[in-house]
């Protein structure tokens, strides 16, 4: 008979995981080295280029919508001169190294600030077709590339005006760090731009020349590289299902010098939701590549580490084996010995006694067997009652084999390999977090002054004596501005002229005060608001109250865990997870960190970084507002920090894989020995039941197989045993019927 389950399985089953496993163990928790660069490292290479892409699209990005916003408000304006457009330009956004307004029809330039423009890359397909006023990159004579934007100025009963910006493509003032080193990259893997080998120009051997020179060909090989790499489209360049950077980024391995190796990661320009919103810097085909030189990681694992992984798989080798040993004396065997009494039963085999198993179900499905012996005439047989039953049964051997793999899963899931205070964290994590960090407060500083400078642009359209117009420019400006909340004008006495958006908060104008300022403490949400004095209306002030939303999104950054926004009392200002409006710092370091960043030290505050061991391993860094524009000198901090256990290093990834075998082990364990408890154990105690009943003399219950392996075999034996009996019966009782021979007559 073919048995199709049963007892085999779930044991073979159980045999195979342990080997595996055990494999598994012997590679995994004694590898034989240890690899050059930690993992951690080159993942923070891999953000902090993801963090400059970011930064170099926002600013490419917004320069075009600048432009092309100022030209559209001109144009819905009162003509203006073309000087007195670039001079209000430049006095409202310092962002572009040069201007040109030209006569379409003409072709004569009628004003120009900052650099020259070379106009010779103007031609019909510029100006016309689907792609006419696109921005498009130009080499100068100089060879730098400068990308160029395009708009038309249409004022009324005046020819047609192009105005043109130049950009250059220049990696963001952002801090790169000691020995960090940014470029930006075009299509066929020419590098634009560089940052970081500036700072090494002076040097004073030849030792450092040469290293120089070294860093400089391993950029360019490692900027071609990744030029090929992110030509690939972003869905296909990823992991099915992997989200994260919506553009195409990884790392780079290069050569190694003078035991250091350099490291490199690289991003595209992409916009932050493709699906929604456009990016015409996307559209560039620019990547950003940073490299940074880390020494090498000195020795692997000796021996002794191989050694410790073989005999964790050898401890769980022999426990599986003893677990084995316990299913399959305990539970098989009887089984199959029950199995073979029952067929010989059923069919007629009565001259020998049922060797019945000593305890559990199966003891109890042997004595029933024995009395339906004797019940069916067999020589010897007992008919009397049973003995005493056992109520754990199969519990106590499937117990014993589930405590013998435990012994291995627990210790080596919650002791082995367990990390403390005293892990020792790659100096480059340290100095990433902090140059990350202050990375995102460049980037929210530059959205604070991009938000005032914003609004300088838009009081100058604002007609203070029309309140209905000025409503309707206000609502077209918080149309295209999603960073507000509310926009609305407040005259001398604080009153509001005219407004737009959510409900306005208080404003007091006054020369101390700054032009960004926070309130609302008490509130759910702090109030963030900027302003732009309106010219030629003292005391009237354009505001605008920035979404804190707005602020949140820009701190939420892969790699760099809880980010804040804070003020000079570290109150919480905004925050990459939630948080409660103006709540103190979770940790007491973190508040002396930022203390500390805000102390003017040379040219003023700087980012700091720091590694805390309290119970654990924190790696945090502070960054405060520095550079230019209105929001510099508000006191702001952005403060980050993250625990070290998150980082792929080597002591964690040790805990990890433990833990991970720990797991697997026990996972085995719940699905082998459900499976024995499942298939076999329940329907092994309704057996014994049935047959108990069945040799008591119930005849009338049919007993039904549910599987097809030997506790339905022998289910299957019982019913035609009772059939047996119930024939047995009805022929005693016929012939107890029927009239004896001879009797009766004369």
């Known amino acids: ?75 819905a304006g009162k003509p203006a001169e073309p ?37 010779a890359w103007l031609d019909k397909e510029v100006l016309t077709g689907k792609h006419a006023l696109a921005p498009r990159m130009v080499r100068l004579e100089t060879g730098d590339v400068r990308l160029m934007t395009m708009a038309v100025l249409d004022f009324e009963d005046r020819p047609q005006q192009l105005l043109i910006a130049s950009n250059s493509l220049s990696v963001p003032a952002i801090n790169l760090g000691p020995f960090r080193t940014m470029a930006v990259v075009a299509q066929d893997g020419e590098v634009l731009a560089t940052a970081g080998f500036e700072q090494n120009e002076a040097l004073n051997s030849d030792q450092e020349r040469k290293e120089l020179t070294f860093l400089q060909k391993q950029m360019s090989r490692m900027a071609e590289q990744a030029a090929e790499h992110t030509a690939e489209h972003p869905v296909s360049a990823k992991e099915p299902g992997s989200r994260g950077y919506p553009g195409v980024s990884g790392t780079l391995l290069g050569d190694d010098y003078n035991g250091r190796v350099a490291t490199a990661g690289y991003a595209s320009l992409a916009s932050s939701d493709p699906e929604e919103k456009k990016s015409v810097a996307a559209g560039l085909g620019l990547t950003v590549v940073a490299m940074l030189p880390v020494v090498q990681q000195q020795g692997g694992v000796g021996p002794d580490r191989e050694l410790f992984g073989l005999i964790a798989a050898g401890a769980l080798v022999v426990l599986g084996l003893l677990a084995a040993a316990v299913l399959w004396m305990s539970v098989q065997r009887p089984l199959l010995r029950l199995f073979l009494e029952s067929r010989r039963l059923a069919r007629g085999d009565l001259t020998r006694p049922v060797s019945v198993p000593r305890w559990g179900e199966a003891a109890r499905v042997g004595t029933a067997l024995e009395r339906l012996r004797g019940q069916l005439g067999g020589p010897g047989g007992t008919d009397g009652a049973p003995g005493g039953k056992v109520r754990l049964g199969l519990r106590v051997p499937l117990a014993v084999t589930a405590v013998l793999l435990l012994l291995w899963c627990v210790p080596v899931g919650l002791l082995l390999n367990r990390t403390d205070g005293s892990v020792s964290v790659p100096a480059t994590m340290v100095n990433d977090q902090r140059d990350r960090t202050d990375l995102v407060a460049d980037r929210v500083r530059r959205a604070l002054n991009e938000a005032q400078a914003d609004l300088v642009s838009t009081s100058r359209l604002i007609d203070v004596g029309d309140p209905d117009a000025t409503a309707a420019r206000l609502k077209d400006a918080l149309r295209e501005h999603t960073r507000y909340q509310a926009l609305y004008v407040v005259d001398d006495t604080g009153g509001v002229v005219a407004r737009a958006g959510g409900d306005p908060h208080d404003w007091s104008d006054g020369k101390d005060l700054p032009l960004i300022r926070v ?4 509130e759910r949400k702090p109030v963030i608001q900027a302003g732009a004095p309106v010219p030629e209306h003292k005391g009237t002030t354009l505001v605008g109250e920035v979404r804190v939303e707005f602020l949140n999104s820009l701190l939420k950054r892969p790699g760099l865990g809880e980010v804040r926004v804070v003020n000079a009392d570290a109150e919480t200002l905004a925050a990459s997870g939630g948080f409660l409006a103006f709540e103190d710092l979770p940790n007491n370091a973190l508040p002396d960190l930022v203390r500390a960043g805000n102390v003017p030290v040379g040219a003023g505050p700087v980012e700091n970084g720091l590694l805390l061991r309290d119970g654990g391993v924190t790696v945090a860094a502070a960054a405060p507002f520095s550079g ?78 549910r599987y097809q392996d030997e506790v339905g075999a022998i289910v299957r034996s019982l019913e035609l045993i009772r059939q047996q009996l119930q024939a047995r019966r009805q022929n005693q009782a016929r012939r107890a019927a029927e009239p004896r021979l001879g009797a009766g007559g004369r």
């Not at 430049?90 to 009628?110: A, E, F, H, N, P």
């Not at 309130?519 to 008490?522: A, E, M, N, Q, V």
């Open 628 to 705: 230019g524009g209105v929001a510099s000198d508000i006191g702001w901090t952005v403060v980050s920090w993250q625990d070290a256990e998150h980082f792929q290093i080597t002591p964690y990834e040790r805990e990890d894989r433990s833990v991970l075998a720990g797991l697997l082990g026990l996972a085995a364990i719940v699905v082998c020995l459900g499976w024995v408890y499942l298939v076999v154990a329940r329907p092994l105690r309704a057996l014994a039941a049935g047959a108990e009943k069945l040799a008591d003399g119930d005849l009338k219950t049919v007993h039904y197989p």
């Open 519 to 522: 309130s609302g403490k008490g």
């Open 83 to 119: 000087e007195q457009v670039l001079s209000d330009l430049g006095r409202t956004y310092q962002k572009w190294t040069g201007t040109t307004i030209l006569d379409l029809k003409s072709g004569d330039v009628l004003a120009a600030r900052g650099e020259r423009i070379p106009l």
């Open 1 to 75: 008979m073919p048995l199709l389950g049963g007892i085999r399985p779930p044991i073979a089953v159980l045999c195979v995981l342990i080997l595996a496993l055990a494999g598994l163990t012997a590679k995994v928790l004694g590898p034989s080295g240890e690899p050059v660069v930690p993992k951690a490292v080159l993942s923070s290479q891999k953000h902090f280029a993801e963090d400059g892409a970011i930064a170099l699209r926002a600013s490419i990005d917004e320069r075009i919508t600048d432009l092309r916003r100022t030209v559209a408000a001109l144009n």
